[in-house]
């Protein structure tokens, strides 16, 4: 829809809609007032019927009563015919034989006044049954005393209710209509509308007349239907459409004409704009008055204008910005070197603001910041080595607590802080609980749930300016890219460690025991000291797994590896070898030592059983046992494969003396000849004694980084020499 049509509908939404409603209300108004008085008229003349009917049945109960009082029934019940308080008189015998019974009486069905049920035919007339009883109350006969219900009475009640009456015929399958006062063309539509009525509701009929039932009650046996011709004047519906079709054709008139002379200017300003997005920066507005519209074409005429020298300082800035975006891909694709992604993201969003200096600085546990990368500040370092940023009154405190960037002019600055005129300093996140975070220049969805990571801060726009929104939106891309860069070395990280661990217990698997013994066997040779293995297997696992199911067994290598990480040092390292066995490593410890350790972990796997789930929700309580075989480079081998090899020699002998104990490998000094049993021993050349040296349990993790498996976290004690901890 043009906007012309759209003023024109506006217009008449406005001017029409009034009238229309109006209207409505007009029509619903006289329809719900003739209605309200129609229902009235109704109720009133139900109630007038119910007591019009009830008064008969009084009077027909007293004629019955008269005859049963006086011993002359047949005389009695002529005189009550005769004053016209009955149509008819019948006396019965208690057999039901008629022994008295006026002449001319009305045909039957008669309906008794006082009969709780609907009626299952026709209703010929309305009967008073009254008994008659002995002096001692035996039974003689009955009374009765009846009117006739025909043309005559229905008539009566119109004229008693004011209303039009018709009396029902329910006894065919298809209701019809026994009397009325109705006219005969209007019978039809009054049953038809009567046979959907349901207690006291009130209807109407296509040619204007409401209507209600009146019974059948108790107490009013007949079926009757009540009716009312509409109050509502004649042809009020005509006019009312006739006026509302004539203020229409008018205000579609007057409405286009006024769309049509507020759309000309900006049909005019349309065109412009075409030629203008076609290219023609050229393309001008005449400004016609000093209104909306005529501000709005010098606006346009202003915009033009500048558009077209801020096309040429795009094209260049584009172009380097270009460059950048590529460095910064490059280098978030091809590597996971954390100081270098954040050089390549700060230089870049040096150049893009044309800032003198910036800062990466990432949120320690601590509560503090540290500068990871800086660019342009004199004296400042970054990296590991840089100094830490408490959250004091500062510039990148607020934006780290309050996770809103900041941007101005800088009245004074923290001694944390870099003297600077302007500045800007917005917060990158990563959603808590996900792995990835949110793409570069997009805000966090919920940034209430985000975990801050850290604040990128600009110093000193070139050429004095104050740095602007654009700027601002420019740096929330750049730090979307940090926040991306230090997901994702963590993300490597991670993976890094997963390959390296055993999933069911959490230990270091195979793979990183031969390079964890490579790396523990060549710093021990360089440094002169001993590095001690113990090869521990559970006994008798395969029963465990055969009685108590192979989840049961998963339980209890997952406890033994938690009991095992609360017996080391946080220095020493466990491994899940394979199935039920496993190696841990203690460097700087010797023979003594070892043995000290495997009899704590010999005592914390025997004396509590692991209780696992049964069936039926039933626990069973498993005691099992461990064997430990020791071995110590150097003393029983020069390799660190020869180390583990030696072990689990260890650990066979240790099987062979019964289980739940340890041993000692053989030291390579008693070498068994051939031929001489176990009684024949050959002396090899001494060993040269080593020293073990002390390490405390909060020694510095190898330079690889990578976690120790230990009590994650717990503070341990200093070992004494050859008893780790």
């Not at 793979?511 to 293995?533: D, H, I, K, P, T």
């Not at 003396?657 to 002396?683: C, L, N």
Request: hydrophobic share 45%; charged share 20%.
């Amino acid at each position: 829809m043009t906007l012309r049509g759209r003023l024109t509908a506006a217009f008449l939404a406005v001017a029409f809609g009034p009238i229309l409603f109006g209207a409505v209300f007009v029509a619903s108004t006289v329809t719900a007032v003739d209605r309200s008085r129609a229902t009235e008229r109704l109720a009133v003349a139900a109630t007038a019927v119910r007591t019009s009917i009830d008064a008969l049945c009084q009077q027909l109960r007293a004629a019955a009563d008269a005859v049963a009082l006086t011993v002359d029934r047949p005389g009695a019940a002529t005189q009550v015919v005769g004053r016209g308080l009955a149509a008819a008189v019948q006396v019965t015998d208690v057999t039901g034989r008629i022994v008295v019974a006026t002449p001319d009486a009305p045909p039957t069905p008669w309906r008794d006044c006082a009969a709780p049920d609907r009626p299952n035919g026709m209703v010929a007339a309305l009967a008073v049954r009254v008994e008659l009883r002995d002096d001692g109350g035996n039974p003689l006969g009955t009374v009765t005393a009846a009117h006739p219900v025909d043309p005559l009475l229905v008539a009566r009640l119109a004229a008693v209710t004011g209303v039009a009456v018709t009396l029902l015929d329910e006894a065919a399958p298809r209701a019809t209509v026994a009397h009325s006062t109705e006219s005969e063309g209007g019978r039809e539509a009054v049953l038809a509308a009567a046979s959907a009525l349901h207690g006291e509701q009130v209807t109407s009929t296509p040619d204007g007349r409401y209507l209600r039932r009146a019974g059948p009650t108790r107490g009013q046996p007949l079926p009757l239907v009540l009716s009312v011709p509409s109050d509502q004047p004649a042809g009020l519906y005509p006019v009312l459409v006739a006026v509302v079709l004539l203020a229409a054709l008018l205000g579609v008139a007057v409405a286009w004409r006024l769309a049509r002379v507020t759309t000309r200017p900006l049909v005019e300003l349309a065109g412009a704009v075409d030629r203008v997005t076609a290219g023609d920066l050229t393309a001008r507005v005449p400004v016609r008055s000093g209104d909306e519209i005529g501000r709005l074409a010098e606006a346009f005429n202003r915009m033009t204008r500048e558009t077209g020298g801020y096309l040429a300082a795009l094209a260049s800035s584009r172009d380097q910005l270009r460059g950048h975006l590529a460095v910064l891909g490059d280098t978030l694709a091809s590597t996971h070197d954390l100081q270098r992604i954040l050089r390549v993201i700060l230089h870049s969003a040096l150049a893009a603001t044309g800032a003198r200096a910036g800062a990466v600085l990432l949120t320690e546990p601590g509560g503090g910041l540290v500068a990871q990368c800086t660019e342009g500040l004199d004296g400042r370092r970054s990296g590991p080595t840089a100094p830490r940023v408490p959250l004091a009154d500062s510039v990148v405190r607020t934006v780290a607590a309050t996770g809103q960037p900041c941007r101005g002019r800088a009245e004074a600055t923290s001694a944390e802080e870099p003297p600077c005129h302007t500045y800007i300093a917005v917060p990158f996140a990563v959603e808590a609980g996900e792995s990835g975070s949110s793409r570069p220049g997009e805000d966090s969805p919920s940034a209430a749930h985000a975990r801050p990571l850290g604040v990128l801060a600009l110093y000193d726009r070139l050429g004095g300016e104050e740095f602007d929104d654009d700027d601002l939106a420019t740096l929330r891309t750049f730090a979307g890219h940090v926040a991306v860069a230090l997901d994702n070395v963590r993300v490597h990280e991670e993976a890094q460690r997963l390959s390296l661990t055993d999933p069911l217990t959490g230990l270091w698997n195979y793979r990183y025991l031969r390079e964890s013994l490579r790396r523990e066997v060549e710093r021990a040779s360089r440094f002169g000291r001993m590095v001690s293995v113990l090869v521990l297997d559970l006994d008798r696992f395969k029963k465990i797994n055969d009685s108590y199911g192979h989840a049961a067994g998963d339980t209890v290598l997952a406890e033994f590896a938690r009991r095992v990480r609360g017996e080391i040092r946080e220095v020493d390292l466990a491994f899940r070898q394979g199935g039920e066995e496993f190696v841990v490593l203690l460097p700087e410890t010797d023979a003594r030592g070892a043995t000290i350790v495997a009899d704590r972990l010999g005592a914390a796997i025997r004396n509590t059983p692991v209780t696992v789930p049964g069936h039926a929700g039933v626990g069973h309580s498993i005691r099992f046992t461990v064997s430990i075989g020791i071995a110590v480079y150097p003393d029983h081998a020069e390799s660190g494969l020869r180390v583990l090899e030696a072990a689990d020699e260890a650990l066979y002998a240790a099987k062979a003396a019964g289980r739940d104990t340890w041993r000692v490998a053989r030291h390579p000094s008693r070498i068994a000849d051939p031929g001489e049993g176990d009684a024949g021993v050959r002396r090899a050349p001494a060993v040269p004694p080593t020293r073990e040296m002390p390490v405390t349990a909060a020694a510095r993790s190898p330079a690889d980084g990578l976690p120790r498996a230990g009590p994650g976290g717990a503070t341990g004690t200093s070992a004494e020499p050859g008893e780790p901890g």
